[in-house]
């Protein structure tokens, strides 16, 4: 530093002053949060009057910097060029967003001092630089992408406030209004936009984000690599999210959560206290949920609302899986693709290699289902369900899975131990394991093509019928009504297996089933057993009417003998093949293979 002073003491007010000071590789801060200038080369004169730096050279961000000042009356004018790297941007803030830019850009700046103040406006057009973020913040490397930060400082207030205008292309435009408070700054108001345009509120800090499409898993899996880091630059971290946000409010046409798309979405989000408070609004979404940050988290939630997709379409990524909080959730109307669950209440905890479902209530006027289970995640995402299901109508029920018109009237239990591979709403029967209790009354298998009926077909024998050399049409052909259905079964990977035999007992006749049946492969390998009701008053009717004689005695006979004329006239088959095409052979009953033989052999 070079130095020349007078200073007359009679007229202290005229003193002059004149210096040079000489960069040699020095370092310079500018603004706190960002890094300083490095290897800084150049001459600073000034006066009492003026300031003139030709010439200063440095680097800054990563690459070389340019910087010269001039003067006039009240006012330094400091104009600068440079540039910056990905890298170098990644090594002083270490947030996980810098992790998805890469290469460099240029930048201009122009700042004004004023005695203590000094306004700028930085600016770029980010060219050079490719982003991977999530839209609408990706870019290709030759694209531009104006950016723009000014600081200004506001006339005539008291104490001093400035406000700051920062705006991104057509992504991003957002102002703030702050003072200066203990040697900090603090935010008295401000607004922040993405995809729309936004005023400034009266307090408070508002952001409000439009998008046609919003990925909220890729943001999330986004921030999620950065929980380990440890930022070169806490001071910028810090910067980055000092801000106390009133209102975010979300508008989009496809928002993607947790794997699942939700279409005209509305959300307005508003801290209270250590928790956010979410109204949402949805094509598939309406209601209010509550967001507790602390420890693995609490999500409590009150919806009237809340229609997915089958859960078969899309799986939900695992790696989310594992960050799942607690739930306390309670849905009015809870639909999954085509299944009507009706009211749905869960209340779930994070266990951390899995998620513990302790209490499951499903609730329909149908039926009720009461359980609890465990979705494990991480390299095994299996889910594990322990219930117990009241039906008070079988028909509707199967209506609301998706089976319309399956069953006629009817009630039910059933109950169970099973698991499969995916999440609790992605049910697999191609991977279930466990057993099965069953127990119907009082209903009736209707005309349903196996192919989409599935088991349902299978149970109802219409498929079957198809190949039965002995006519079993004025059994079926209205639908087999049952008086009661019984069994248990096993299943191992997708292999269902009958632990004994699966009974149906109805007025028109009893079917046994014993055997195993695929449910990947749609096929079966069965022992079916069909006793027809003859002994009943319509059948004997014919009898008696020919001779009442052995009419009488066939009907006593029936009556004490526990239906022997069923058990004669009883066929059994192994139904193999597929569901929709079973290969049907006669494996006893061979002297009653047609009808007119039935009809002699009951004569005799």
Not at 34 to 54: H, R, Y
Not at 111 to 124: C, Y
Not at 276 to 298: H, I, L, P, T, Y
């Amino acid at each position: 530093l070079d130095l020349d002073l007078e200073l007359p003491l009679r007229r202290i007010d005229d003193a002059k002053i004149k210096g040079r000071y000489t960069f040699e590789a020095n370092q310079i801060g500018f603004v706190p949060g960002l890094p300083p200038a490095t290897g800084v080369q150049g001459v600073l004169d000034f006066t009492e009057k003026m300031v003139n730096a030709p010439d200063v050279r440095g680097s800054f961000l990563g690459l070389p910097m340019e910087l010269k000042a001039t003067s006039e009356p009240g006012v330094v004018n400091i104009k600068a060029t440079g540039g910056f790297t990905s890298q170098a941007l990644r090594r002083h803030f270490g947030l996980p967003l810098f992790d998805q830019i890469s290469g460099s850009s240029s930048w201009l700046a122009d700042v004004k001092v004023r005695g203590k103040n000094a306004d700028f406006l930085v600016t770029s057009s980010l060219q050079g630089l490719s982003s991977s973020l999530p839209q609408p913040f990706n870019k290709s490397a030759g694209e531009a992408m104006p950016w723009r930060l000014e600081k200004s400082t506001l006339a005539g207030s008291n104490p001093a406030r400035e406000s700051v205008t920062l705006s991104l292309g057509k992504v991003l435009e957002g102002q703030l209004v702050r003072r200066q408070q203990n040697g900090k700054s603090v935010v008295e108001r401000g607004v922040i936009g993405v995809g729309q345009s936004v005023q400034m509120p009266d307090k408070g800090l508002n952001v409000f984000i439009t998008q046609d499409k919003l990925d909220l898993d890729q943001w999330q899996r986004l921030f999620d690599k950065g929980l380990d880091k440890e930022p070169a630059s806490a001071q910028g971290v810090a910067a980055a999210s000092s801000f106390p946000v009133d209102l975010v409010a979300v508008q989009s046409q496809e928002l993607t959560a947790l794997g699942r798309s939700f279409g005209e979405v509305s959300l307005r989000l508003r801290p209270d206290g250590n928790r956010w408070r979410v109204m949402v609004a949805a094509k598939e979404a309406v209601g209010e949920f509550s967001w507790d940050g602390s420890g693995q988290g609490m999500v409590t939630a009150d919806l009237k609302r809340l229609h997915l997709p089958s859960g078969q379409s899309q799986e939900p990524d695992t790696g989310l899986l594992q960050s799942l909080p607690s739930m306390d959730i309670r849905i009015g109307d809870f639909t999954i693709g085509a299944r009507r669950l009706g009211r749905v209440e869960l209340k779930a905890e994070n266990a951390g290699r899995g998620w513990n479902m302790r209490q499951i209530l499903v609730d329909n006027p149908d039926g009720r289902l009461t359980g609890n289970g465990l979705w494990v995640t991480g390299n095994t995402n299996r889910t594990q369900l322990d219930f117990d299901m009241k039906v008070n109508d079988s028909g509707g029920l199967l209506g609301r899975l998706g089976y319309p018109g399956a069953i006629k009237g009817g009630t039910a239990a059933l109950k169970g131990k099973l698991a499969w591979h995916g999440a609790p709403t992605a049910f697999d029967p191609a991977t279930l394991s466990g057993n099965l209790e069953l127990e119907a009354a009082k209903g009736q298998f209707s005309k349903v093509d196996p192919g989409v009926g599935k088991l349902l077909g299978l149970l109802s024998l219409q498929s079957v019928t198809r190949r039965l050399t002995l006519d079993f049409r004025d059994i079926f052909s209205d639908g087999f009504a049952y008086d009661s259905i019984t069994g248990r079964m096993r299943v191992d990977n997708g292999l269902m297996t009958t632990e004994d035999d699966l009974r149906i007992d109805g007025p028109a006749g009893r079917v046994l089933m014993n055997g195993t049946v695929d449910l990947k492969g749609e096929g079966q390998n069965l022992l079916v057993t069909v006793q027809p009701e003859v002994g009943g008053v319509a059948s004997l009717g014919a009898a008696v009417a020919i001779n009442p004689v052995v009419g009488a005695a066939a009907l006593v006979a029936q009556n004490l003998l526990k239906n022997p004329l069923n058990k004669a006239f009883g066929f059994r088959y192994k139904v193999t093949g597929s569901w929709s095409e079973p290969v049907v052979e006669k494996v006893s009953g061979e002297e009653s293979a047609k009808p007119e033989a039935a009809k002699e052999n009951g004569a005799k």
